[in-house]
Each structure stands twice: as structure tokens, then as C-alpha cells.
């Protein structure tokens, strides 16, 4: 049964991220300048409970002026660094368990 659920909630995932329906944990830093988009969820509160690991990787990583914004949205990247004018993207894939795969 729990296969199941696994299964229909990725697919329920998927759809709400292709409509832009879908929960994203939004984190900009200040040091290094970044902008850090994780997801997709498909509540707020799985988006909400899942970003308390990612800030706590990010302060394992020395990222300063941490802030964070869970919204609906459908980013076209993932990872964009402003300090080095790069636009990181990664495959995107539902985050099950507060990870990204990757």
C-alpha cells in the first residue's frame, strides 16, 4: 500500500510542478551570493518541513544571510550563483524525504 502512495503522490507531484501548482522552498544567501530552489512538494507544509535540513546543509557549507521563502512557483533553475554569474541547473526530481536527488 505504501508503494502505491509513493507512486500517486510523485505522479500527483509532477502534475502540480507542470501546472506551476506545486510547492518550492525558496533559500537566498547573501555569502555566497545564491539562490537556492528546492522541490518540488506538493503542500507548504512539506515544503516547510523539508527546508529546515536545507538550511542546515547550507550552514554546514558557511552560507551566511540565510532567508527563506516557501511559495508556489516553477523555477526554470535550480541553483543560480550571483557572485559568479552562474546559473547552476540540476534534474529536476520530487523531493521525497526532505532530499533532492540529483
Request: glycine share 8%.
Amino acid at each position: 500500500m505504501k508503494t502505491i502512495w509513493h507512486n500517486l503522490k510523485e505522479v500527483l507531484i509532477n502534475t502540480f510542478d507542470y501546472l506551476g501548482l506545486a510547492w518550492w522552498v525558496e533559500i537566498v544567501t547573501q555569502n555566497p551570493r545564491c539562490t537556492y530552489y528546492f522541490g518540488p512538494f506538493l503542500s507548504c507544509s512539506d515544503a516547510k518541513l523539508s527546508s529546515t535540513g536545507y538550511i542546515e546543509d547550507l550552514e554546514v557549507e558557511g552560507a551566511q544571510g540565510i532567508a527563506v521563502n516557501v511559495k508556489r512557483c516553477k523555477p526554470n533553475t535550480l541553483t543560480i550563483a550571483d557572485d559568479l554569474g552562474e546559473k547552476i541547473d540540476r534534474k529536476v526530481q520530487p523531493a521525497f524525504g526532505g532530499q533532492i536527488l540529483s
